[in-house]
């Protein structure tokens, strides 16, 4: 489930969600910005299917649990 394996793809995977997520985030962004670009723009996924939103805040919760992303003032942003 968070990392790739033999039976789930790496776009499937919570790191490769996470890694589309942080492509979003020059400066900081809403979740709610980063979930449309995500929705709108998402077009490294092969088998053409939208990334789930539950994937998405599972990816959005791994992120800041390995402290690769800060909230800040309502923004997340990438940790430096």
Do not use: C
């Amino acid at each position: 489930m968070i990392l790739p394996s033999k039976h789930l793809r790496q776009e499937n995977a919570l790191l490769g969600v996470g890694a589309v997520i942080l492509r979003q985030l020059e400066g900081g962004r809403t979740v709610s910005e980063i979930w449309e670009r995500i929705r709108q723009g998402d077009s490294t996924r092969t088998n053409g299917a939208q990334v789930p939103f539950d994937w998405f805040l599972l990816a959005l919760s791994l992120l800041y649990a390995i402290n690769a992303i800060e909230l800040q003032s309502g923004l997340i942003r990438i940790r430096p």
